[in-house]
C-alpha cells in the first residue's frame, strides 16, 4: 500500500507510530518505506497539486508492485461540522469527470464520512470556501483527485483520509497560491519574507496554524495507525 501526501510534515503522525523507517532513493520531495504493526507501506510526498500528486504515484509505481493508494494529509473545511484536526474519510471526490467512489475505512478515532472536493489551487478565504460549499463537498484539497484517477486507470483499490487544518470560518493570513515556485510547490522563502513583511499581523498567525498543522500531523498518524485499508 503506497499513502501519498503533498509535505513531509503530513507524515509525521505516521512515522512516531512506525516500528521501523528506510529512506528510498527515488526522484521525489520525500519517500520512505515504513513499518506499522509488521506490515510494510510507502509514503511519499511531490509537492500539492494534482501535477505534482501525479507524478508521485507513477513514480512509485515504477519502483514498487501497488496493491492500493492512499491519499492523505490536510483539508480545508467547507462543511461548519468540521472541526480542526477532525479526520475527514472521503466517499466521493467531485469536482472530475467521473465521481470516484472511496472505500471508507476504520477506526476506533471519531471521523466524518462525506464528499471531498479537489481543486488545484489553495483555497485561502472563508467566502471562497462558502461558495464551494455549494458543490455538496464537505471539505477541500488539492491532491486526491489525482491520486484516484491514476487508481482507477491501474485498477487497484483507492482510499482518502484527510485531517482538517481550517475551518470553513477561516482564512489564512496570507494567499499561499502566491508563494508558491514554477514548479507549484511552496517557497518557504518566499512565505518568510511575506511574514516578516508584516512581522506584528501575519507571522504570529502562521505560528499558530503551523502548530496546528503539527497537531492535525498527529491525529491523523493517530487514525492511520489503528485504520483498516
Not at 472530475?96 to 467512489?101: E, K, T, W
Not at 510547490?185 to 498543522?213: D, H, Q, T, W, Y
Request: net charge positive; charged share 25%; glycine share 8%.
Amino acid at each position: 500500500m503506497a499513502f501519498v501526501a503533498a509535505e513531509r510534515l503530513e507524515f509525521d503522525g505516521v512515522l512516531r507510530k512506525a516500528e521501523r523507517v528506510l529512506k528510498l532513493d527515488w526522484p521525489l520531495g520525500f519517500a520512505r518505506m515504513a513499518w506499522l504493526k509488521g506490515e510494510p507501506i510507502v509514503l511519499v510526498a511531490n509537492g500539492p497539486g494534482p501535477e505534482l500528486a501525479g507524478r508521485a504515484t507513477e513514480i512509485v509505481r515504477s519502483n514498487q508492485e501497488l496493491k492500493g493508494l492512499v491519499s492523505i494529509g490536510f483539508c480545508g473545511a467547507l462543511n461548519p461540522a468540521l472541526g480542526s484536526c477532525d479526520i475527514f474519510v472521503a466517499t466521493e471526490i467531485v469536482g472530475v469527470a467521473n465521481a470516484l467512489s472511496v472505500p471508507r475505512s476504520h477506526s476506533c478515532e471519531r471521523f466524518m464520512c462525506g464528499k471531498l472536493l479537489s481543486v488545484d489551487h489553495v483555497v485561502s478565504t472563508a467566502a471562497e470556501k462558502a461558495e464551494l460549499r455549494r458543490t455538496g463537498a464537505d471539505a477541500v484539497e488539492m491532491e486526491a483527485a489525482a491520486v484516484g484517477l491514476k487508481a482507477s486507470e491501474w485498477k487497484i483499490p483507492f482510499y482518502c483520509v484527510r485531517v482538517v487544518t481550517d475551518t470553513s470560518a477561516e482564512t489564512f493570513p496570507l494567499d499561499f497560491n502566491k508563494m508558491r515556485d514554477a514548479e507549484g510547490r511552496f517557497s518557504r522563502a518566499r512565505i518568510m519574507a511575506a511574514a516578516l513583511r508584516r512581522p506584528g499581523s501575519v507571522l504570529p498567525e502562521l505560528l499558530k496554524l503551523n502548530k496546528r498543522c503539527k497537531d492535525a500531523s498527529q491525529a491523523l498518524g493517530n487514525f492511520l495507525v489503528d485504520a483498516s485499508f
